[in-house]
């Protein structure tokens, strides 16, 4: 008998640490990722929890709470299985938190802080300029970059004459590049379901260089919020279910037609995807 797959394992270990913190269902039956004045997420987060193996019955931690042990879990799970694929994507990568000041710290956003240096000093400024430049990831992936003897090492590539504006040559003094950035959401209100749309296309305005994949992490349960963030191109790359499967078999279990075809449309159109296929998709 063959062993499971590291990739599976890792997704069982995710779903453990779930269990552990922030996925309750308390006692009135309510899954922690459940809007409880909805019927429907309600049944469908029920169904999920119980697929996934729920244990422990309690309150729901409070949304902040919750949210920052989702996006540790998040984060620990990425370095556990990205960090496997350096034969498919070599480098020097780091996972960290997020945070406001985390983006200028990468070479395609290092302009960010020139920026907001300037509209602390001149008022008018810093009206025109809004704060839409000010994007506070999640989870950033970053790539270090690489010195000449390892960009060198299977034969002389690169000298000191050209090649001296490549963001990836340590030589020329940028910063780590911003390969991803990651928004959890534990779940999704309609009151935020737009805030990782204007993140991403922040991101996609405000840089130099190439574009960071940009993606979403979810526990939300209902299909028509999932839609909200997943459906549409040209910011999100992909949103990512906590437990795909598990919301495919709670909506079918349930008869919600209406929620079958949505998410059918969402994964066939590759716009909803599982959390294991995420670190794949990072090594694109």
């Known amino acids: 008998m063959s062993l499971p797959a590291y990739f599976s394992e890792a997704r069982k270990s995710f779903h453990g640490a779930l269990l552990q913190s922030v996925l309750r269902v308390d006692d009135a039956g309510i899954a922690s990722t459940a809007d409880k004045h909805n019927k429907y997420s309600a049944s469908i987060a029920y169904g999920i929890a119980m697929r996934i ?4 019955r309690g309150a729901r931690l409070a949304g902040q709470m919750s949210g920052n042990r989702f996006e540790e879990i998040c984060r620990a799970f990425l370095e556990n299985t990205f960090l496997r694929l ?8 780091h996972i960290r938190r997020g945070g406001r000041a ?35 990831p999640d989870i950033v992936i970053t790539r270090e970059l690489e010195d000449d003897a390892a960009i060198n090492a299977p034969a002389t590539l690169v000298d000191e004459q050209y090649a001296r504006l490549a963001s990836l040559r340590k030589a020329n003094g940028g910063l780590p590049i911003l390969h991803a950035s990651i928004s959890c959401k534990w779940s999704i209100r309609s009151d935020r379901a737009q805030n990782s749309r204007t993140e991403a296309l922040n991101l996609v305005r405000n840089r130099k260089g190439p574009l960071p994949h940009v993606v979403v992490v979810t526990g939300e349960p209902l299909p028509s919020r999932l839609a909200s963030i997943a459906l549409g191109t040209g910011d999100i790359d992909c949103v990512y279910h ?4 598990e919301l495919q078999e709670a909506v079918e279990e349930l008869g919600f037609a209406d929620a079958q075809d949505m998410l059918e449309i969402m994964v066939s159109g590759k716009r909803l995807k599982d ?4 670190p794949l998709d990072l090594a694109v």
């Open 53 to 56: 193996g729920i244990e422990s």
């Open 86 to 93: 350096k034969h498919l994507r070599p480098g020097t990568w």
């Open 102 to 136: 985390s983006l200028p710290r990468h070479e395609q956003y290092a302009h960010l802080t020139a920026l907001q240096e300037a509209a602390s000093k001149n008022a008018q400024l810093a009206a025109a300029l809004g704060t839409d430049y000010i994007i506070t």
């Open 242 to 245: 906590f437990a795909l499967s």
């Open 275 to 278: 959390i294991s296929d995420l």
